[in-house]
């Protein structure tokens, strides 16, 4: 393993011995008899398979991942969403009541939330905000996270961000993964990369040891139900690790496995795309309905399948649509995201749903004069 990585990871992890399952020690070849993981033969013939415990890492979806995202099938540990990731990094870098990570809020709530409870410190370097939306602050987020007294040990990007849809410049992600090398690891959130014209960072995990990459089948490839997350190392042997002495002994269900399968197939991307289209079609749509409306303060830039309002009336609005069958994501009382929703569009019939009743409220409201 590259000393970039060795030197960060908890020294026990570095000599501890994993947890060894039957699937890890045997494989999975169907055509073989089980009778090494305590198993019962099937009892309803429909679920035949399903009373298997599945492959750990199964070497069709490793692999069908790597092509996906670019890389070679060593590289690339698959976890129950990229939710899981982020626990298990937290756990593999940060030191309980020592160590800390640094986040850029407003952003995804899960990084603080797995620092919490290991329990490790946060830091917040919060995001610029000016004419064209948000910003990193390269340079705070920079000397925050090599300040020794801190103890940074992980710094998340989130790119394109959630909540506030836009995705941030190479240049200054990149500048970040230079500054702390050797001092954290940088783990950057691409689960909305798909939808930005931006791209993913993949082909700089070879220059750069200590950039981790968190990808989904969330988002992109509409199988949020199923729970299918991606990390992407340069180095082999810290996924090696991953598997062998964090990752529980059967992530992945068996259901989750077959759709994700299914829904790689070369022919099924070509339909993702697709869909990615009209999603991205709709977002402009319902922000250019927003834009014209005197009761919109600002809709910011997306590089994502939604987009963040300002109104005048978060709360309002919000309580408005919950009462009548759509629900918004409420951020209005977040710092950085005041007076703000986050809208998420989803079939055309359903958009045209939310934005008859946005005429609506905000015409009740004009009618009343406020």
């Known amino acids: 393993m590259t000393p970039l990585l060795y030197n960060l990871i908890r020294p026990h992890f570095r000599e501890m011995t994993g947890y060894v399952s039957a699937g890890m020690e045997a494989g999975k070849d169907e055509t073989q008899i089980f009778m090494n993981a305590n198993e019962l033969p099937p009892i309803l013939p429909e679920l035949t398979g399903m009373n298997q415990y599945p492959e750990p890492q199964p070497p069709a979806l490793i692999s069908i991942l790597a092509d996906v995202y670019g890389v070679g099938t060593e590289q690339v540990l698959a ?20 160590d800390a990570v640094l986040i850029h809020p407003p952003t995804f709530g899960m990084y603080g939330v797995n620092a919490a409870s290991m329990p490790a410190r946060t830091i ?63 783990v950057l959130d691409e689960a909305y990369a798909e939808f930005s014209g931006k791209g993913s960072l993949s082909s700089h995990l070879a220059a ?40 529980d002994a059967y992530p992945l269900p068996r259901s989750a496995i077959a759709s994700a399968l299914l829904a790689l197939r070369p022919e099924n991307r070509d339909k993702a795309k697709t869909a990615w289209a009209q999603a991205l079609s709709e977002r402009d749509r319902l922000c250019a309905h ?36 759509v629900v918004l994501r409420d951020f209005s009382s977040k710092a950085g995201t005041e007076n703000c929703l986050r809208i998420s569009p989803m079939r055309p019939d359903q958009n045209d749903r939310f934005l008859a009743l946005f005429d609506v409220y905000t015409k009740n409201l004009a009618d009343a004069g406020t």
Request: with cysteine; proline share 6%; glycine share 6%.
């Open 208 to 247: 750069h040891p200590n950039l981790l990459i968190l990808r989904t089948l969330s988002k992109a490839y509409a199988l949020a139900g199923e729970r299918v997350g991606v990390t992407l190392s340069a180095d082999p042997d810290f996924i090696a690790l991953m598997r062998s002495k964090l990752l």
């Open 290 to 325: 927003l834009k014209a409306s005197p009761f919109v303060c600002r809709v910011y830039p997306s590089d994502a399948n939604f987009f963040l309002v300002e109104v005048a009336d978060a709360k309002g609005l919000w309580t408005y649509c919950r009462e009548h069958g």
């Open 79 to 98: 976890t129950r969403g990229a939710d899981e990731s982020i626990a298990l990094l937290t756990k593999v870098f940060c030191e309980p009541h020592k």
């Open 124 to 186: 917040k370097v919060p995001l610029f905000k000016n004419e064209h939306g948000f910003s990193l602050n390269v340079q705070g987020m920079i000397e925050a996270a090599v300040d020794p007294e801190n103890r940074v040990r992980i710094v998340y990007v989130c790119s394109p961000n959630n909540p506030t849809s836009g995705a941030f410049p190479e240049a200054d992600i990149l500048a970040v993964v230079k500054a702390v090398e050797g001092r954290a690891v940088v």
